[in-house]
């Protein structure tokens, strides 16, 4: 396995995780709640699963993987601003950032394959 593809599933997998611990645990739900996005909770986590989803597919089918990066980029984009937004400090901003960069590697090579 290759390093893109290794990127990939670790992406995919990680989506996968924050998409189901956004219903299930306690820790993400006063996440949400202090980010002020207590009410998009599940919209959020249902978009993380499929988004995670969509990477694994996305490794057999090119233009799911790109649609599932770009959605990927989005939120990170968006994430990153929330937490400037409410003054988190760097260390909790850099996980979002994080999932920008791998967003954006995954699109780049999705876009060239």
Same mark, same amino acid.
């Given at each position: +396995?290759? @390093?893109? !593809?290794?990127?990939?599933?670790?992406?995919?997998?990680?989506? &996968?995780?924050?998409? =189901?611990?956004?219903?299930?645990?306690?820790?993400?739900?006063?996440?949400?709640?202090?980010?002020?996005?207590?009410?998009?909770?599940?919209?959020?986590?249902?978009?993380?699963?499929?988004?995670? &989803?969509?990477?694994?597919?996305?490794?057999?089918? !090119?233009?799911?993987?790109?649609?599932?990066? @770009?959605?990927?980029?989005? +939120? +990170? @984009?968006?994430?990153?601003?929330?937490? =400037?937004?409410?003054?988190?400090?760097?260390?909790?901003?850099?996980?979002?950032?994080?999932?920008?960069?791998?967003?954006?590697?995954?699109?780049?090579?999705?876009?060239?394959?």
């Amino acid at each position: +396995m290759d @390093v893109y !593809n290794i990127i990939t599933v670790f992406t995919a997998i990680s989506f &996968i995780a924050y998409g =189901i611990n956004s219903f299930i645990s306690n820790k993400m739900i006063l996440e949400f709640e202090r980010w002020g996005l207590g009410k998009r909770r599940k919209q959020i986590g249902s978009v993380q699963l499929a988004c995670g &989803i969509g990477i694994l597919i996305g490794l057999k089918l !090119n233009l799911i993987l790109i649609i599932s990066s @770009v959605i990927l980029i989005i +939120m +990170m @984009v968006v994430a990153v601003c929330v937490r =400037i937004k409410i003054k988190d400090n760097i260390s909790e901003i850099l996980p979002a950032l994080a999932y920008l960069i791998l967003g954006i590697i995954i699109l780049q090579q999705s876009i060239w394959k």
